[in-house]
């Protein structure tokens, strides 16, 4: 039985040499060995959040193995990608998931807008990830600090007005608010915003019929998750 350790190279190596019409075998065999995966591709959604959680870890400990960055990687990904994973998250400078997860090219799905809100053309964007590269995971993922939720926050509070196209993110991101409580102390109130507004983003994917039945199905798993940006942790909400 083939290792599992090599199964995501295999398969990169039998897409991208079926696509140039070349048979596998011999030349596969002698592929630069800087290319072999250091950890399982993941076979479930399970397995790809341990993933995810271990290079978190590594992350925060300061010790990334920077896998999947030199040529000879990304040689594999020109003509297929099979990403493990799915990420939701916010444009914020600050907050890369690669980096935060220490991953490398081909290993993520990644989108990412202003306050990780659920647009359509994010829909869009999952469903491709879900129909066509069978991701299993899904992490829509805020962040400490964000922008996005302190603006409306600070428009709920009557403090200020914001242009017009912020103003249409802000629409988005306050009915997962409104049941906060404003007069909570500052910092407090904005990692409550936070989290509710992953939730939120959550509940709307939910909502969506095709989404809804995905996950009834357990064709794939749906979870929220917040990053702190003062140590590093990506937390895992229930």
Not at 76 to 93: I, Y
Not at 119 to 125: K, L, M, P, Y
Not at 141 to 170: D, F, R, Y
Not at 205 to 225: F, M, N, S
């Amino acid at each position: 039985m083939t290792s599992p350790l090599f199964s995501r190279r295999q398969w990169l190596l039998s897409a991208g040499y079926a696509s140039l019409g070349i048979a596998t075998g011999s030349t596969a065999e002698t592929i630069n060995s800087e290319v072999i995966d250091t950890e399982p591709y993941p076979s479930n959604a399970n397995e790809a959040l341990v993933r995810l959680k271990n290079g978190n870890q590594r992350f925060m400990d300061e010790q990334p193995r920077h896998t999947h960055e030199k040529s000879s990687w990304r040689s594999l990904l020109v003509e297929s990608q099979k990403p493990f994973a799915t990420v939701v998250g916010c444009s914020d400078s600050r907050v890369p998931p690669e980096l935060i997860f220490d991953v490398g090219f081909g290993d993520l799905f990644t989108i990412r807008l202003a306050g990780n809100i659920i647009a359509e053309d994010v829909i869009g964007s999952l469903q491709y990830a879900v129909a066509h590269l069978h991701t299993q995971l899904i992490v829509v993922m805020g962040h400490e600090g964000c922008g996005a939720v302190a603006a409306t926050i600070e428009e709920m509070l009557h403090k200020t007005k914001e242009p017009k196209h912020i103003e249409s993110l802000i629409k988005s991101i306050k009915p997962g608010l409104k049941k906060l409580d404003l007069k909570l102390e500052h910092d407090t109130l904005m990692h409550a915003a936070v989290e509710a507004n992953v939730r939120w983003s959550i509940r709307e994917l939910l909502a969506l019929p095709e989404a809804k039945l995905a996950v009834q199905e357990k064709r794939i798993t749906l979870i929220g998750a917040v990053y702190e940006l003062n140590t590093g942790r990506v937390r895992f909400l229930d």
